[in-house]
């Protein structure tokens, strides 16, 4: 059975870090299309990065650029979200998303949600 699992979640400061982790299970997650959404209260939810197979192309939505590293490990079939720089506007629910990369690109992933796969998500929340 394919499954994502999300981890690394929790209540952090503004200004912290936390990783989040999407394992892939029942399938090779090297050969999707991967990644992360989230959903604010009240709010739909969006990408917010993507990454390519290879992991040579990424995308991130313009609010967490140069706070935000997506990355994968082939060798253990996961995905990371290293986030950076925690602000309150980052509390959300986080999904990991993937996308057979036959199916789609890291443009249309991130561009249109197209995703085939989600995880349960993980909470993140940033308050003093």
């Known amino acids: 059975q394919l499954q994502l699992v999300e981890s690394g979640g929790g209540l952090v400061q503004p200004g912290g870090s936390l990783r989040l982790s999407c394992v892939g299970s029942?399938?090779?997650?090297?050969?999707?299309?991967v990644g992360w959404f989230r959903q604010a209260p009240g709010k739909a939810r969006d990408a917010i990065s993507c990454?390519?197979?290879?992991?040579?192309?990424?995308r991130y939505v313009d609010s967490v650029k140069g706070r935000f590293a997506i990355s994968r490990d082939r060798s253990k079939n996961t995905v990371y979200l290293q986030m950076n720089s925690l602000n309150p506007e980052d509390t959300a629910i986080y999904f990991c998303?993937?996308?057979?990369?036959?199916?789609?690109?890291?443009?249309?992933?991130?561009?249109?949600?197209?995703?085939?796969?989600w995880g349960q998500g993980t909470q993140v929340t940033v308050s003093s």
């Open positions: 998303a993937a996308l057979p990369a036959s199916r789609g690109t890291v443009a249309q992933m991130c561009d249109m949600g197209r995703a085939d796969n």
């Open positions: 029942g399938f090779l997650l090297g050969t999707y299309t």
């Open positions: 990454i390519s197979t290879t992991g040579a192309t990424k």
